[in-house]
């Protein structure tokens, strides 16, 4: 299987989780973000190290052959898409992966010689068996520097206890500047109603754009893309879309469509040249955070959390043979505004079709709709969400 199709099946992952965590929170009302590419890396990492029944779980959850797929692909993500966001014109983006084993253990020498040259996971040893608080703060704190400050607190106290032998944690942060013909004008920005799904509307700021070239219209949905600033000759570009039901309450009709059909963004976020009459987009800012564990039983992953077979990661005191994972954390953080997108993500595991253009049409984002943040020339999802209340955080 080539690079192109697996990371193909990986959007296609990105897209059963967003289904799933989208149709989760509608009935709450809650605003969503989190990062698929963020809960995607983790596991690829956390089967490295397993065998069995668990190995053979993950590699289906991931839609993969092999363990050497995933690194392959991991390897590629992380050294050469995410890097791509590292030069000075273009986003700020970073990723760290790091785990923290208790000092009763120590890694195999085949599983660190992974962490250290694929995911570039740096590792750390702590005494979760006595000092399972300190070892917390430790962890919140390398997370809370990884996403600049963004994510606190992402395993919550008593979630590593005196029982825990690892804990995997993985942050993105991004920060993208619009790309010149996107830059919206603060004395532009204006209120107006956003109408909610229960039928009832708050008034909103709305940031509003003259020329944007890049949209396309199907039977029930519009999609609008925004680039971000890039270097000059470099070939990954990052941009954001908004993908906006015709109805104002048709937003739960597009998010079962979109984790049911195989490559739905790929079809549906080709570039177009049509001509938008008005535009209108909410600002927003969302801070979102859950425990994951429930959501991957839900979705088929379930042996991973029962003793099982980690037995390729480890060796020690312990016998691996009954480490399975107890609690996965995720927390997001994503804001939209004139300049740009400013988005963080952190997961943790402790382990113990066609369409007709039209021309001269509106894009006026007034009722609840989906975004999600991508590298085009991949089609890697880096964040995914959903817009119920922009006065919600």
Known sequence: MGLQQSIGNLTDVSLILTKHMLQNNEGNGSNVVFSPLSIQLILS????????????????????????????????????VLA???????PHLSLANGVWI????????????VMDHVYMAASEVVDFQNKPIESTYLLNSWVEKETNGLIKDICPLGSVDVLTRLVYANAIYFKGA???????????????DFYLLDGSSVQVPFMTLSDVHFIRAFDD????GLC???????????????LLPNAKD???????????????????LTRASEKVKKFLIT?????????????????????????????????????SKIMYATNIFHKSFIEVNEEGTKASAAFGIAVGGGCTPIKDIDFVADHPFMFFVREDTTGVVLFSGHVLNPLSA
């Open 228 to 242: 971000y600033k890039k270097d000059y000759g470099k070939e990954h570009q990052f941009s954001m879309y908004f």
């Open 45 to 80: 990492l956390i089967a490295a190290g397993s065998k069995g029944e668990t190995l053979d779980e993950l590699l289906t959850f991931l839609k993969a052959k092999s363990i050497e797929e995933l690194n392959s692909v991991s390897s590629y993500l992380i050294n050469v």
């Open 84 to 90: 791509a966001g590292l030069s000075s014109g273009g």
């Open 178 to 192: 619009w790309c010149r013909r996107y830059q919206f004008y603060p004395p532009h920005t204006k209120h107006y």
């Open 221 to 224: 949905f519009k999609v609008v």
């Open 283 to 319: 600002k927003f800012k969302i801070s979102f955070g859950f425990e994951a564990s429930e959501a991957l039983k839900g979705l088929g992953l379930a042996s991973p959390f029962l003793p099982g077979q980690f037995t390729e990661m480890v060796k020690g005191s312990l016998d």
């Open 102 to 113: 208790d000092k009763s253990l120590s890694f195999k020498s085949s599983f660190k010689n």
């Open 250 to 268: 048709g937003l739960p009709t597009l998010v079962e469509k979109l984790g049911s059909e195989s490559g739905f963004l790929n079809r549906h």
